[in-house]
Every structure is written in structure tokens, then in C-alpha cells.
Nanobody, 117 residues
Framework: QVQLVESGGGLVLPGGSLRLSCALSGSIFSDSVMAWYRQAPGKQRELVATTTPSGSTNYADSVKGRFTISRDNAKNSVHLQMNNLKPEDTAVYFC???????????WGKGHPVTVSS
């Protein structure tokens, strides 16, 4: 059974940094596109960043230059380093795994990030 467990996040001042981590239990990590999504209060869930099995990355325009996604295939984990955080980054952040060959998709439960003074 595949499970995603997020950690990190919390409350930070504007301009600060946080790091989110996501650990995947199961055997599909190395063949999966891993992603971080976020959902702010009253808004739809949006894609923040992705990383492919080969390590290619892609980012939403709103976080380019501030956020970095990385993956560790040996540890079945993916991370999101968030720098220069802004109040508009406040949201619940979700880890996502998409095993392309089988089209299997798994979600973490979500982890809140609050950027406020």
C-alpha cells in the first residue's frame, strides 16, 4: 500500500524560509513523477512544482526563483525548499505521486504553511 507522509512547514515571517519533506512508502517512487500542490483558503488546489524520475523539474510562475523541488530516489523522498516566502504562499501543501506507467496517483494528507507577521 502506497502512503505519502509530509513533514516540515509551519509558521514563518514574510521573507523567511521553510522546507517541506515527503516520504513515500512503497516501491513506485523511482518511476513516479513527484509533485507538490497547494490549496489556499477559498481557492482551488494548484500545482506548485514537479520532478520527474530523471530529476527534471518544473515550477509554477508564482514560485520560480524562490522554491526548489528535489528528490532522493534512494530514500523515496521529495523535498520543497521555500525561500523568500510571501503571505500569498499561505496554504495547505500536498505531496503527490503519479506512477505514469500504471496511472496510479497518491496524495499526502496535506501540511499547513502560514506566512504572516
Amino acid at each position: 500500500q502506497v502512503q505519502l507522509v509530509e513533514s516540515g512547514g509551519g509558521l514563518v515571517l514574510p521573507g523567511g524560509s521553510l522546507r517541506l519533506s515527503c516520504a513515500l512508502s512503497g516501491s513506485i517512487f523511482s518511476d513516479s513523477v513527484m509533485a507538490w500542490y497547494r490549496q489556499a483558503p477559498g481557492k482551488q488546489r494548484e500545482l506548485v512544482a514537479t520532478t520527474t524520475p530523471s530529476g527534471s523539474t518544473n515550477y509554477a510562475d508564482s514560485v520560480k526563483g524562490r522554491f526548489t523541488i528535489s528528490r532522493d530516489n534512494a530514500k523515496n523522498s521529495v523535498h520543497l525548499q521555500m525561500n523568500n516566502l510571501k503571505p500569498e504562499d499561505t496554504a495547505v501543501y500536498f505531496c503527490n505521486a503519479h506512477h505514469v506507467r500504471t496511472n496510479f496517483i497518491a496524495w499526502g494528507k496535506g501540511h499547513p504553511v502560514t506566512v504572516s507577521s
